[in-house]
């Protein structure tokens, strides 16, 4: 699978998506090109655009995180193929959680959880 999945990537546009999750499940899933998408289609409509701005929802979701650790929460940014939806995003989950949450923690980068401080630590160049 995994080859097939980075083989998909390079073919087409990748596509970004914020996960946040507890010990209960898949909490928020974002379509961060698809906000991007959305904000920019409002500004060219000079229309407001009322949704959470991704940098803001972020510090919200770590802070929510951080009081809430009896919750384990994890928050990965992750890139899938050009075409997946919050919603095939979320069926994936309700499908296979354990599997779709491994896949994750291979493959996506840790904003918040138990990996945070190592995967952060390892990305850094010096």
Request: negative net charge.
């Amino acid at each position: 699978m995994s080859l097939e999945w980075e083989e998909e990537l390079e073919k087409e546009d990748p596509h970004r998506f914020l996960l946040f999750w507890d010990c209960y499940g898949l909490e928020t899933v974002l379509d961060m090109d698809g906000y991007d998408r959305k904000r920019i289609e409002a500004a060219l409509k000079d229309e407001t655009y009322t949704d959470v701005d991704v940098g803001e929802l972020i510090p919200k979701l770590q802070l929510r995180a951080r009081f809430n650790p009896q919750r384990c929460y994890e928050m990965y940014a992750i890139t899938m193929p050009d075409g997946v939806t919050e919603d095939d995003v979320r069926e994936m989950f309700d499908a296979n959680p354990q599997g779709m949450a491994s896949l994750i923690r291979q493959r996506g980068l840790c904003l918040y959880g138990k990996n945070a401080e190592t995967e952060n630590r390892r990305r850094v160049i010096v």
